[in-house]
């Protein structure tokens, strides 16, 4: 028996977490794991060739058992040339975070009575296209219906602005496990708008956990300073300086010191590790996320928002006090922390009952005016018919109207967070460059046009290779910055002459898929080619059916 209700899903690179909305309060609610627990450690270790362990367990064993274990995956999502091989095959970055989303899930339905199957999975904001098709795949072959893939800021500002829908510009600073979003977003008249966003896909708590580790075992080595030993060298050593040093991170956000045992070769030393060490420590770290908000506070006042009304701290490394302390200095915003393990999974959870009303919405009006669904726009439909599919709506999901009309009503505006071009030749050099069409930053869907022309007469064909880039310069003259993502081939009418006008346009839409289209505009009847951008840096529709297949022979266990 499967759940007709949307769940959140945060993915997360070393925490992950699913929601849903409750039916009676109508408010999200987070899941909780087998182990009681509100999150799941991001671990996977390949017990044998048809048992995969989840969770905690995966965790405490992870550099233990290192040849069996996977952390971290999320940082090679969309990495095709990424791959582990466990019992004589070969795993990639989706089938690995498939195992993740099947643990919560089958959590979930444990806790629930039902099976979860529609979910909405949550992702960096700079995620591309490789990394966002990547994750879509993996929830296709965990067995999930993937409605849409988010944002993980956006969605930390739709629970936000469901507790405080008042007009303001927020920016979401959220600092996880293993990445680091920095977002502004206008919550405006029950609309979430994102303006303008960046992040850093390998910055994390993690890299602070790191920094502890490698004190920790210098401080071991220090104590003995005739010896050559290295504790980094020991794996049960290392495994057991991860533990501590997370632990240690943790404490240090509540105490001002503590006492950190360092065990190895059989010497032990109790190292001291004060919050003021801590912060020297990672002093580097912090700067780095600094640096980012303060490139992307300067997008936005180019965008014409320059004022912010508040800070919101998410994730789970921002519990540290260090991160406030710094922000505070650096600017003038009330920070407030926010939910930070719970604000992304819950505001998915909210989007993905959005879409599942808005869709009961759509079916409701079609009756109504004998149309298709997809025909029906549900802002263009006459009051009194809209109205009347809300009431109904509500009536058979046993919930209240105005909660039906609240989340039917709610507008979510994304950006691109990445620009996209074609490669041209510039110049009388025929210099290669990236020439942009749609920057970064732009508002989704966003749509735009180009006319370029061929290089000599009687050309035959045209590639278009796209090209994804974080520059928002309309010419990027240095093709290594970019990464391309797609072509297309255009054939063209025998016998045109040089630099005859090859128009091209590209349509990206709310998920950040990308449609380009390329046309002979030599005349009125010059050929078409048209091609969606998937990216050819995720897996092919074979290898998703070759995983999902190979899914159905492995028990998952936490």
Known sequence: ?????????????????????????????????????????????????????????????????????????????????????????????????????????????????????????????????????????????????????????????????????????????????????????????????????????????????????????????????????????????????????????????????????????????????????????????????????????????????????????????TKMPQVAERLTEEFSFDIKSFEPDQAVAKGAAIYGQKLAIGERIRHEIANRLDRAPEQVDINSAPAEVREAAEEAVASNLGLRLDTVQQLGGMVVRNVVSHSFGVRALEGDAKVEVIANLILSQQTLPAEAKAVFGTLYAGQSTVELRIFENTSRDKRVKDLATGEQVGNAILELTPGLPGNSPIEVTFRIDNEGRLDITGRDASSVNGKEVTATIATNRALSAEQVADAIEHAQSIRVIG
């Not at 791959?83 to 089938?95: A, I």
Request: one cysteine or more.
């Open 1 to 317: 028996m499967t759940d007709s209700r949307v769940y959140g899903i945060d993915l997360g690179t070393t925490y992950t977490c699913i929601a849903h909305v409750d039916d009676r309060s109508g408010r999200p609610t987070i899941t909780p794991n087998i182990e009681g627990e509100l999150t799941t450690p991001s671990v996977v270790l390949f017990e044998d060739a048809e048992t995969r362990v989840v969770g905690r367990e995966a965790k405490n064993t992870a550099v233990l058992e290192s040849d069996n274990v996977v952390e971290m995956v999320k940082r090679e999502m969309g990495k095709p040339e990424w791959r582990r091989e466990f019992f004589d095959r070969e795993y990639s970055p989706e089938e690995i975070s498939s195992y993740i989303l099947r643990k919560v899930v089958e959590d979930a339905e444990r806790h629930e009575g039902v099976r979860p199957q529609k979910v909405v999975i949550t992702c960096p904001a700079y995620f591309g296209i490789p990394q966002r098709e990547a994750t879509a795949a993996a929830g296709r072959i965990a067995g999930l219906d993937v409605l849409e893939i988010i944002n993980e800021p956006t969605a930390a500002a739709i629970t936000y602005g469901s507790q405080h829908p008042e007009d303001q510009v927020v920016l979401v600073y959220d600092l996880g496990g293993g990445t680091f979003d920095v977002t502004v977003i206008e919550i405006k008249e029950r609309a979430i708008t994102v303006i303008a966003t960046d992040g850093a896909h390998e910055l994390g708590g993690r890299d602070w956990d790191e920094e502890i580790v490698k004190y920790l075992a210098a401080q071991w080595q220090a104590e003995h300073p005739g010896t050559t030993v290295d504790p980094l060298d020991s794996p049960e050593t290392v495994q057991d300086l991860w533990l501590r040093a997370e632990s240690a991170k943790r404490t240090l956000s509540s105490l001002a010191q503590t006492k950190v045992p360092v065990s190895h070769d059989g010497q032990q030393v109790a190292v001291q590790l004060t919050r003021e060490k801590f912060t020297e420590l990672t002093r580097h770290l912090l700067e780095s996320t600094v640096t980012l908000t303060r490139q992307v506070l300067q997008t936005a006042r180019e965008l014409g928002y320059p004022r912010i009304e508040r800070l919101l701290l998410v994730g789970g490394s």
